[in-house]
């Protein structure tokens, strides 16, 4: 079929309809004995109301179905016969028909996306597969119908390719969206990555790989994962900040995935340490954003990522065990139980204790070496008392005081907060720390100070570079995960959007914080543009979860987000930067890059937006380099009878329409629409990098528009091909 066909040409339009009516009416009646209360009899009233609830909960879920019971079907081969599976948002079995559902996160609603001929069915047996059929319903209606492979027609039919043109092609909301209907062959090789396995998958702007890291935890929430299945309220998502973590969340409740916890390192990190309250600063930032002066940028640079070195681990846990060694040195223990009608006295002294700290201290065990160090002196209390184990209860319970002080003592003072910055600020401390683990060079760029010009706020801070000390701090004392009640218990799974961002150290720390391989990353190094606190490479990422060898790292090679005109200029400026960024878009057209200069640039970027929203465009993002920047440009557009949006902090939601924001808070995001206001060299200094990266982000961000607007030349990197090159 090609693109202009009327959709109802397809040959079983007819019966496909007619299968769609009665799988409509099949899940009525099964919607109405659900909501039957009078059905839902149990033995008791209580395992009524259990019954009634759970019929409840499955109609409640059912009921947001039935608009659209699913997106295709499978005409599958086993054994000699044929059957069509239609697979949909939500599976749906039908006891007295033929109109069951399969969901698309099981494994066999994997071979609706893959370019698979067989796959091994049940009982050893192969299937075959005969055809793949993509079913657009909206309000349970048949609107088209597209065959994506046909045996009987040869094969790939080219429909995928389409359909997804076809959805691509649709304006922007103010949130992201699911791609289950649309998701390609290697987005759902990527997301179905083995469970329990650490995974990196990166890709170019506009991949899709926040989209995917969102359809994998859905993908884990099935009961096909089994044991290394997650509940949707132990999984956590980071992202780089709040203005993208909110729009993104928006995708939760589509994917079944209420109550996944979605926000930004800092403030998750912040919530673990109790300090909600404290300011977070990036100095380096501000520096890197603010200051000419390229040396002290590289000194900046350069101290932010030893901060965030992965062997700072190995530092934090050399610092922890000087101190806890040097306060158990003048601790001892005397205390009393009676074991057996008998009063027995109990009495360790410091080297005792001293052994006992240091064998917790070389197991470094996930729960926190307090915990572990009280375990480990509750059992020498009980060996030495000789308990037997009828009494080991009640023994226990009369030393707990004694040992929860002795522990107090020998963790007295001990903060995440005061000791992460006593390491990186007091040279002997920090000199003792890193012996045999960091090297002069790496010590002394600790200990330099090249933030000495960007102030510090009044009220208490932490910045995000030294975050991860405390955390490690934190997790080696006392552990790390999600806090439950009083317990920590490990998260379920964890995504990283933005992996390029995050430093060697907090990778290691979040391996800690959930399930044993439980960590998916998405990332482009492309798009470094905090690269001062992130890795050098993704096999600094491998090194710090374990190597190689324990994670795969996966690329997803086609764009989705732009048009040709617009993917084509992305490529163009990444690869003065990164060589081997190829960048393939799915060959979508659009209007042709809009070029405005030479005038007042408010009234330039009136201009563009005027004719962006003429060309139908609602979404429509004016990107700055500075947050100063989107600030007066609002102000300035209201003169030119527009009205502008500014996001300019995290508090800032997107709602949709006209917005000015800078381009560390564009980035994520995407629009109809992009402008990109200050287009030249003097806002994007093209001989440095780092610069580069922040205009690939500001020219990767409209879906089917990009103006780029200068009051003088533009960018030599975004002008018309051949000109001035
Ligand atoms: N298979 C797909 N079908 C339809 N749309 C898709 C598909 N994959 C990605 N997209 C769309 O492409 C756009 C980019 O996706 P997403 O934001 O997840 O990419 P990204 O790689 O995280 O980008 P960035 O690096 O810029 O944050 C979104 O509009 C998304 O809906």
Sequence with gaps: MSLTAPPSTHPDFAPEEQHLRGTVAAMLRQLEVWEDRDRNVGADLETSLTLADTAGEHAAMLSLHVHAPYFGSLKVRVAGREQTLYVGKHAFRDLKGPHSVVSWESDVGSL??????????????????????????????????????????????????????????EASTAAMRDVVETLQPEQNAAMRAPAGRPVVIQGAAGSGKTTIGFHRLAWLTHPDRGAQRGRPENMLVLMPNQVLARYA??????????????????????????????????????????????????????????????RMLRVVRQHLAGRLLGQVGRLSLHAAAEVGRELRPLALDAATLGTLLEDVLA?????????????????????????????????????APDLTTLTAKVFAGMLPVSEGRRLLSDEATLRSAAQGVLDERLIRVLLSDPLTGIPKPRRSHA????????????????????????????????????GQDYSPLLYALLARAARPGHLSVLGDSSQGIHGYKGPNSWADVQEALGGPARVDVLTLS???????????????????YNPAASVVGVDRGGAEVRRLTGGDLAALTAQAVGEMLQAGHRNVALVTRRVADAEALAGELRHHDLDARPITSEQARYEGGVVTLPVNLAKGLEFDGAVVVGADAATYDPATPFESRLLYVAVSRGLHALALVARGELHPLLREAGEGE
Excluded at 373 to 399: D, I, M, N, S, Y
Excluded at 558 to 576: D, E, F, K, M, P
């Design 112 to 169: 609706f996306y893959s370019g698979a001929l067989s796959w091994e069915a049940r009982g050893g047996l192969t299937g075959t597969i005969r055809r793949r059929r993509q079913l657009d319903v909206q309000g349970q209606r048949l609107r088209r119908v597209t065959d994506l492979s046909d045996d009987a027609a040869g094969g790939e039919t080219g429909g995928r390719e389409e359909v997804l043109v076809r959805r691509l092609s």
């Design 249 to 310: 969340a928006r995708v939760l409740p589509g994917l079944n995935l209420g109550g996944v916890g979605v926000t930004t390192p800092e403030a998750w990190a912040l919530s673990f340490l109790g300090l909600e309250k404290m300011e977070v600063t990036d100095r380096t930032l501000s520096l890197l954003l603010h200051d000419h002066d390229n040396a002290r940028r590289k000194a900046a640079w350069r101290r932010a990522k030893a901060m965030g070195d992965g």
């Design 363 to 399: 197991r470094s065990p996930l729960e926190g070496y307090r915990a572990a160090f009280r375990a480990a002196l509750e059992g020498e209390a009980l060996a030495r008392l000789r308990v037997p184990e009828e009494e080991e209860t009640r023994v226990r319970r009369q030393l």
């Design 463 to 498: 910045d995000v570079t030294e975050l991860p000390v405390m955390l490690a701090v934190a997790a080696l004392l006392g552990g790390v995960g999600q806090r439950q009640g009083r317990q920590l218990a490990p998260y379920d799974h964890i995504v990283l959007d933005e």
């Design 558 to 576: 086609r764009t989705y987000r732009s048009t040709r005109q617009i993917t084509a200029l992305g490529a163009r400026v990444a690869s003065t």
